[in-house]
């Protein structure tokens, strides 16, 4: 039976950043349903414009330029974004509350939500006004079939996103664009402490340090949510049947 925490007694618990332990790091990189889902979003942000899985699969694991950098966050975004806007109008108040969260667990839900829209905004206008094109929003298919299942993906798109943040950053060479994206890492991290403490880990940021996850470790996990590319191309292999 599931244990009802109050809203209270979630935010004494979560805050600050996260560094996963070995065995829960393991996990999202072995799992392809679940990893992926943390992981897609990154993999086909570094590819240019109407390029999909296959081509951003090819690409090392450095960066071209700082462009190249935010495109490949901007994809993350894009992915939780979406995750977040169709889940909620999936699930609506009771839908939490009958899995037996209490509402107020559902209305931080929708902050996070608004956030990645907000993201998705910011960086896409760095993009835009340092002279490049953004990436677009592509097509997903997340497979959970329940409330407990979209927490659940919710808690490993933070964790991963938020490492892969880590990751990104020494890549970075404009100290203005690094500050802007440390600002989104952080509420990143935020989110991910949060969603720790809703799905029951024992402690929501086990470690001092958190590492990051290089790109070519976010891009092999990367491809089971994946529907198609922004120009209508094949699926993706590994995408699960809906």
Known sequence: MRVRRSHAQLLRAAGGS????????????????????????LAVAGAPRGRGLRSAMAQSSNFTDDLD????????????NAFYRDGLEEFDEAAFENAGYDAEVREFFELISQHEQDHVDAI???????????????EYAFGYEDVDGFVGIAQVLENVGTQAYTGAAPYIQDKDLLTAALTIHGV????????????GADVPFPGALEPGLTRDEVLAAAGPFIVSDDMGGEEAEGTPEA
């Open 18 to 41: 996260i560094v996963l332990p070995a065995s829960r790091r393991a996990f999202l990189i072995g799992s392809a349903k679940v990893a992926g889902g943390g992981a897609l979003a």
């Open 69 to 80: 950098v935010f495109n490949y966050a901007l994809t993350l975004e894009h992915l939780e």
């Open 124 to 138: 896409t206008a760095t993009i835009e006004d340092a002279g490049g094109e953004p990436v677009e929003e592509l």
């Open 188 to 199: 990143e991290a935020r989110h991910a402490a949060y969603l720790n403490v809703v799905t």
